[in-house]
C-alpha cells in the first residue's frame, strides 16, 4: 500500500511537473525572456496560436508582465490580447493581425520539397478569424482591418491603446 501511495505521488510529481516545465519553457521559447521582469517582445512574428495561448496561461499564473517594444504579430497578439492585464506598448510597438490560413492537405506528399509536389499534396486552403480576443476581433471586422492573402494590417499606436495600456513603469520603454 505504502509504496503504491510513493508511485501514486512520484508519478503526480512528473506528470504535473512536466506539463507545467513544458508550458515555462514554451513560454521561454516564444519570448526569449527567462526570469526577466518585463519581459520584453520584440521581433515575434507568431506561430501556433495554440503555444501563444498556453504561453499565456503561464504567464498569467506566474503574474510575469510583459513590455511589446516591436513587432508582435499573428499569435503574438493573441498572447498579448490574454495577458494584457500584465502587458504595455511603447510607441515602437506593431501589433499586426491578419485572417488565419488553413491548408489541408491529403494528396500526394512525395516531392513536398518542390512548389509542384506541394500543389499536389495540399487540397485545400482556407481562411478563418482568429480570436485576437473578442473586442480586437469584433474591431477588426468591424473596420476592415482583416487583410486579404498573406498580408497584415499593423494597428496605429492610437489603435493599439484602445486595447493595451501605454507603457509608464518601465522609464527606458517610455
Keep these: 500500500m505504502r509504496v503504491c501511495v510513493l508511485y501514486l505521488l512520484l508519478f503526480a510529481f512528473v506528470v504535473l511537473g512536466a506539463s507545467s516545465t513544458e508550458a515555462a519553457t514554451v513560454l521561454e521559447k516564444l519570448f526569449k525572456c527567462g526570469h526577466e521582469d518585463p519581459c520584453v517582445i520584440r521581433d515575434n512574428l507568431g506561430g501556433s496560436p495554440r503555444f501563444y495561448k498556453r504561453a499565456a496561461k503561464e504567464a498569467l499564473k506566474k503574474g510575469t508582465r ?77 473596420n476592415h482591418k482583416l487583410p486579404d492573402g498573406a498580408k497584415v494590417y499593423t494597428m496605429t499606436h492610437t489603435e493599439a491603446l484602445q486595447f493595451w495600456k501605454p507603457c509608464t513603469y518601465a522609464r527606458r520603454f517610455v
Design 66 to 142: 510583459f513590455v511589446v517594444d516591436g513587432t508582435c504579430a499573428s499569435s503574438c497578439v493573441i498572447f498579448a490580447s490574454r495577458v494584457r492585464k500584465n502587458l504595455c506598448i511603447t510607441k515602437k510597438a506593431r501589433m499586426e493581425i491578419h485572417y488565419g490560413v488553413l491548408v489541408e492537405g491529403f494528396g500526394d506528399d512525395s516531392g513536398t520539397s518542390t512548389v509542384e509536389g506541394f500543389r499536389r499534396f495540399v487540397t485545400r486552403v482556407s481562411s478563418f478569424v482568429p480570436d485576437y480576443g473578442k473586442d480586437i476581433t469584433s474591431w477588426a471586422l468591424k
